[in-house]
């Protein structure tokens, strides 16, 4: 079965600040629909309703980079709503919820994949527990350096990374 669980990954146990774009000022994107209100639009100064893409771009610890690229610095403060939400470890995440086995493990972490893919390896290597398979993303957000450690930390331990 499956479990969906409202839980951030972080380097800690407990609460982060997320960020968000606010979903009044979001067009419709690979069908899902609109949610963009012209008042909204008004009381930020937006000329039309932000790309769809942009739901996808929540983020832990910093503003969501695709959408400080899209609007710059200034114009992305007036779109952001910030959310309290609970956090764990990987290793808490696991632990907690009684996880034996993992058979794919999906990071989309919108530039921190290498801190989660860092304690996927710990914790691999600790218990022995490691996914079939991981996906995960780099791209120009994405601290390339930091990431590739992690890929070579994989392939130490018998992944094929491409």
């Not at 942009?54 to 709503?81: C, D, F, M, N, Y």
């Not at 919108?110 to 801190?115: A, H, V």
């Not at 079939?132 to 994405?142: A, D, G, L, P, Y």
Request: glycine fraction near 10%.
């Amino acid at each position: 079965g499956k479990t969906l669980l409202n839980v951030a990954v972080s380097d800690h146990d407990g609460y982060e600040d997320l960020f968000v774009v606010r979903p009044e000022l979001v067009g419709a994107h690979l069908g899902s629909g609109s949610q963009c209100r012209a008042e909204g639009l008004e009381q930020v100064g937006l000329p039309q309703c932000l790309p769809g893409w942009v739901r996808g771009t929540s983020s832990i610890k910093r503003w969501p980079e695709g959408v400080l690229q899209l609007l710059g610095e200034e114009r992305l403060k007036s779109v952001l709503a910030v959310t309290r939400v609970p956090c764990l470890t990987y290793a808490s995440l696991v632990t907690i919820y009684g996880i034996g086995a993992i058979d794919i493990l999906k990071v989309d972490a919108e530039g921190f994949d290498y801190q989660i893919l860092r304690q996927v390896v710990d914790f691999g290597k600790l218990l022995g527990m490691w996914p079939w398979q991981v996906q995960f993303e780099k791209n120009s957000i994405s601290d390339w350096r930091a990431l590739d450690e992690q890929v070579a930390r994989l392939h130490l331990n018998g992944y094929s990374c491409r």
